[in-house]
């Protein structure tokens, strides 16, 4: 079992910049790979970000590339989602989720732990 609890959402304008943090208990951080996914109202939940145990190799959706950024402290048991340049179809509820270790890591249905999610709004 994993639990994952997401902080740092928030109000900001276009161009600001959020960070969101993950902060994972009942296992180790290290062992497990991690992504970021968001669901905006009315549309599928999607694809982010997402790291591997080590860190050293990251993921993108196309849509967040060049403006977010995935990190992990595996000594604190945290993901970060560095979010640079919002705008406002960056709105949505982010959510942290544990790899189940199968299928695609871009797919929601691959991640077997998630956290409750933070809502990020991008004022125009």
């Known amino acids: 079992q994993v639990q994952l609890v997401e902080s740092g959402g928030g109000l900001v304008q276009t161009g600001g910049s959020l960070r969101l943090s993950c902060a994972a208990s009942?296992?180790?951080?290290?062992?497990?790979?991690m992504g970021w996914f968001r669901q905006a109202p009315g549309k599928e939940r999607e694809f982010v970000a997402a790291?591997?145990?080590?860190?050293?190799?990251?993921y993108y959706a196309d849509s967040v590339k060049g403006r977010f950024t995935i990190s992990r402290d595996n000594a604190k048991n945290t993901v970060y989602l560095q979010m640079n340049s919002l705008n406002p179809e960056d709105t949505a509820v982010y959510y942290c989720?544990?790899?189940?270790?199968?299928?695609?890591?871009?797919?929601?249905?691959?991640?077997?732990?998630w956290g409750q999610g933070t809502q990020v709004t991008v004022s125009s």
């Open positions: 790291t591997i145990q080590s860190g050293q190799f990251t």
């Open positions: 989720a544990a790899y189940g270790g199968r299928n695609t890591l871009y797919s929601a249905s691959s991640y077997d732990y």
């Open positions: 009942g296992r180790t951080l290290s062992s497990i790979v």
